[in-house]
């Protein structure tokens, strides 16, 4: 079992950068996938970017490829999401997520374990 705290949600102007953290507890965080999704007003859950286990692969959504990185410190059980370059249209609920099920990285019901979420605006 692994549980899971996001932070470093804030308003942001655009063009401005952030870097969500996401610390999770327990002693299998090396087994887990990590993914980042996020949710905006009336819209579904959707994927942002994935780490593999051991860190070295990463995948992102075409929306944020180039601005956004995504890394984990497995010393800290904490990954990270570095966004750059942020637009109005990140503005959302950013949620942290885990899985060691093999499931695809793209579809949030892959992930077993979900942090409470923080929220990121960015504004014009």
């Known amino acids: 079992q692994v549980q899971l705290v996001e932070s470093g949600g804030a308003l942001v102007q655009a063009g401005g950068s952030l870097r969500l953290s996401c610390a999770a507890s327990?002693?299998?965080?090396?087994?887990?996938?990590m993914g980042w999704f996020r949710q905006a007003p009336g819209k579904e859950r959707e994927f942002v970017a994935a780490?593999?286990?051991?860190?070295?692969?990463?995948d992102y959504a075409d929306s944020v490829n180039g601005r956004f990185t995504i890394s984990r410190d497995s010393a800290k059980n904490t990954v990270y999401l570095q966004m750059n370059s942020l637009k109005p249209e990140d503005t959302a609920v950013y949620y942290c997520?885990?899985?060691?099920?093999?499931?695809?990285?793209?579809?949030?019901?892959?992930?077993?374990?979900w942090g409470q979420g923080t929220q990121v605006t960015v504004s014009s």
């Open positions: 780490i593999n286990r051991s860190g070295r692969s990463t």
């Open positions: 997520a885990a899985q060691n099920s093999g499931g695809s990285y793209y579809v949030s019901h892959a992930y077993s374990h």
């Open positions: 327990g002693r299998t965080f090396s087994s887990y996938v």
